[in-house]
């Protein structure tokens, strides 16, 4: 079992920049692919980024790409989103998610784990 917390959000204005982050906490974390989505008010939750297990493999949207980056610190148990230049599009609730069975995968439906979502709020 894993539990996720995220933290990080907040109010700013486009152009600015802000870094989630996701406590994970269980045994299972290493092997665990980790994801990032985002729900804005009246629309489906969307897949923003994912990494594998080891770090080093990241898949993004086409949305955020260039801008948005997603990485883990396994020896912390957390993995982060960067985002800069942040775009009032990019206001929404944003999840950390956890896929016990694979990586990479761009539907909400495919992982196990999920926080409780963080606010991310851009002005324009």
């Known amino acids: 079992q894993v539990q996720l917390v995220e933290s990080g959000g907040g109010l700013v204005q486009a152009g600015g920049s802000l870094r989630l982050s996701c406590a994970a906490s269980?045994?299972?974390?290493?092997?665990?692919?980790m994801g990032w989505f985002r729900q804005a008010p009246g629309k489906e939750r969307e897949f923003v980024a994912a990494?594998?297990?080891?770090?080093?493999?990241?898949y993004y949207a086409d949305s955020v790409l260039g801008r948005f980056t997603i990485s883990r610190d396994k020896a912390n148990n957390t993995v982060y989103l960067q985002m800069n230049n942040l775009k009032p599009g990019d206001t929404a609730v944003y999840y950390c998610?956890?896929?016990?069975?694979?990586?990479?995968?761009?539907?909400?439906?495919?992982?196990?784990?999920w926080g409780q979502g963080t606010q991310v709020t851009v002005s324009s």
């Open positions: 998610a956890g896929d016990s069975s694979s990586w990479g995968r761009t539907t909400s439906a495919s992982y196990d784990y």
């Open positions: 269980g045994r299972t974390f290493s092997r665990v692919g």
């Open positions: 990494i594998n297990w080891g770090g080093d493999i990241k």
